[in-house]
């Protein structure tokens, strides 16, 4: 059904829309998220952090039958590109060095928040194919110069796909909890051969190799914040070269050649480390030990017993080390205090204590009704050795496995996540660009930088903290 057989409305604020009818559409998507609910929405925008002088100027776009919503998405336009984490600054210089203008574009996405998830609510696959094509409609109603959409999953990828849009893929490291079988690990292995391609802000049109590109990594043992400060401004060299990653589903980790059939969550932390080859466990044990060793202890508290005090300590920690990296913070107190208000059963905090002084906190968002967490934001007074690991990932995998959470998403960037247990997992975003000579020049770019992804995954397969075989190998 046509968009044309729809009635179209467009909101500045997601306040203008009812909660109940928001949440309905939401509730019908299996892959939807936390982070696109109405309240989290509403708190991006009444706290002031996506606001339209902050270049985030919401065009809610809804479609209706009579008094029914019948689809709807969160649509910005945006004036620049940070707080997106998929990049596209290379295309934006491409834009200016024509004379041309990339912003103001459309953008479907939830601010600062990288992880997949519904993009397009809809009532079917009707409704979903109508909201693509009054989305690329209202593109070119507003003299836009493209409209991308952001970490979709596979209902959306499908409907982007068969509207004509482009699709590019990144990648995320996740957790999860149970050790796949190794025949679905050797299967998700790529092909040898293809050179990778990466995209960065002024890069030129030929994107650098893998071995430039693996001399711009940081080092394995480097501690990199979740969502770290300052990441943005330059686009990162890993995450946007990396393409046909294996989806989620596919099982990437070894199992037992001897128990292939069988697939148990973890029984505890130690369980989970004896599923990782040595090297890995000996790193995973020697950071722990010096945490501990540097008489640092950790609580934790869920939803409704995170204190106010807890509230304002973590962002006391988030927002330190955003400045130190130079940057302000994209969130604010306000928009935490609401998530506190108006979303607590959604979030688990870690909270770092030593000589009976908080040093540091992690926060951890959770949907139980998927049985996923999400690593979103840390922050630090004091520095203590391998204090970001332990805050960041082994304190929430720990809880994860005492809680039966299914999966941990680490969120944006870092391959050292890998060394923890991390896998690769493709992501993909959708775009559609109104010039058709530059449509035809970003779609040749994107097979370029899709062409390398096999040789960056078999190099990833190579450094697997998985065991291959656990039958000989001691713990």
């Not at 982070?35 to 270049?55: D, K, N, T, V």
């Not at 039958?65 to 990049?87: R, T, W």
């Not at 130690?270 to 080859?277: K, P």
């Not at 466990?281 to 106010?308: C, D, L, P, T």
Request: proline share 6%; charged share 20%.
């Amino acid at each position: 059904m046509a968009a044309a057989n729809y009635v179209t409305r467009v909101f500045s604020s997601p306040a203008q829309i009812d909660a109940t009818h928001w949440n309905a559409l939401l509730a019908l998507e299996p892959d939807a998220s936390p982070f696109l609910q109405h309240a989290y929405l509403l708190a991006m925008h009444e706290s002031g952090c996506a606001r339209h002088a902050a270049g985030w100027q919401a065009q809610f776009l809804t479609l209706w039958h009579g008094d029914i919503m019948q689809a709807a998405c969160p649509l910005y336009l945006k004036n620049h590109s940070y707080g997106e984490y998929v990049f596209d600054w290379a295309w934006a210089n491409a834009y200016a060095q024509h004379g041309l203008d990339y912003y103001p574009k459309a953008l479907v996405a939830v601010p600062f928040t990288p992880v997949p998830g519904a993009r397009l609510l809809a009532r079917d696959a009707q409704a979903r194919a109508a909201l693509i094509e009054a989305l690329i409609q209202h593109t070119r109603d507003e003299h836009l110069s493209s409209l991308h959409l952001l970490f979709v999953q596979p209902h959306d990828v499908e409907a982007c796909e068969t509207a004509g849009m482009l699709l590019r893929h990144t990648v995320q490291f996740h957790w999860k909890n149970v050790a796949p079988t190794l025949p679905a690990a050797r299967g998700s292995l790529p092909p040898e051969g293809a050179g990778l391609a990466l995209g960065r802000p002024g890069s030129e049109a030929v994107a650098p190799t893998l071995p430039a590109a693996r001399g711009l990594l940081p080092p394995e043992e480097a501690g990199l914040a979740l969502e770290r400060p300052g990441s943005e401004a330059v686009a990162p060299t890993l995450p946007a070269a990396l393409g046909s990653l294996s989806p989620e589903g596919a099982g990437l980790a070894l199992g037992r050649p001897d128990d292939e059939a069988v697939a148990k969550p973890f029984t505890d932390f130690e369980d989970f480390l004896a599923s990782l080859v040595q090297d890995k466990r000996k790193k995973i044990r020697q950071e722990r030990r010096k945490v501990a060793e540097a008489g640092v202890s950790f609580r934790h508290a869920e939803g409704a017993a995170i204190s106010v005090a807890d509230w304002e300590f973590f962002y006391q920690c988030y927002e330190r080390t955003y400045l130190e990296h130079g940057n302000a913070p994209y969130l604010n107190r306000l928009f935490f205090e609401r998530m506190a208000r108006d979303m607590p059963q959604n979030w688990l905090m870690f909270i770092a204590e030593r000589n009976g002084k908080r040093i540091a906190s992690s926060l951890i968002a959770l949907d139980a009704s998927r049985q996923v967490a999400y690593g979103r934001y840390w922050g630090a007074l004091e520095r203590v050795d391998c204090l970001h690991f332990e805050a960041c990932y082994y304190q929430p995998l720990a809880w994860c496995i005492a809680n039966g959470v299914a999966r941990f998403e680490g969120g944006a960037q870092g391959e050292q996540k890998m060394a923890r247990a991390l896998l690769p997992v493709r992501t993909t975003s959708a775009h559609w660009l109104a010039h058709p000579s530059f449509a035809d020049a970003v779609e040749r770019f994107l097979e370029r930088e899709g062409q390398g992804i096999d040789q960056y995954l078999t190099h990833l397969s190579s450094r697997s903290p998985l065991k291959r075989s656990q039958s000989n190998e001691a713990a």
